[in-house]
């Protein structure tokens, strides 16, 4: 099995920062994509950033230059660079991870941390 693993959440207060890390482990043979996103209550899950394993980077418009996805291959790891917060996002953030194990194409997802902007 493949455990995805979030931390670096918590509370902040609007304009500050935190960076989430994601950590991978279990039996695989390769990490594909990775990706975070976030869930604020009442709202659907929202894709936020994607990073292949080559590092071609994708991010939502709504976090454009202020989220910034990294990966660190060698730990199997993703990261996400969170600056200027806003109370709006407020939300539990996951990682998810496309793995390749036993011949096929898994998709896992972390437990969530939660992050909260207020002052």
């Known amino acids: 099995q493949v455990q995805l693993v979030e931390s670096g959440g918590g509370l902040v207060q609007p304009g500050g920062s935190l960076r989430l890390s994601c950590a991978a482990s279990g039996s695989f043979h390769s990490i594909n994509s990775m990706g975070w996103y976030r869930q604020a209550p009442g709202n659907k899950r929202e894709l936020l950033a994607i990073i292949s394993s080559d590092d071609r980077i994708d991010h939502a418009d709504s976090v454009k230059g202020r989220f910034t996805i990294s990966r660190d291959n060698a730990k199997n790891m993703v990261f996400l660079q969170m600056n200027s917060l806003k109370p709006e996002d407020t939300a539990i953030y996951y990682c998810?991870?496309?793995?390749?194990?036993?011949?096929?194409?898994?998709?896992?997802w972390g437990q969530g941390t939660q992050v909260t902007v207020s002052s």
């Open positions: 998810n991870a496309d793995v390749r194990r036993l011949g096929l194409d898994f998709r896992y």
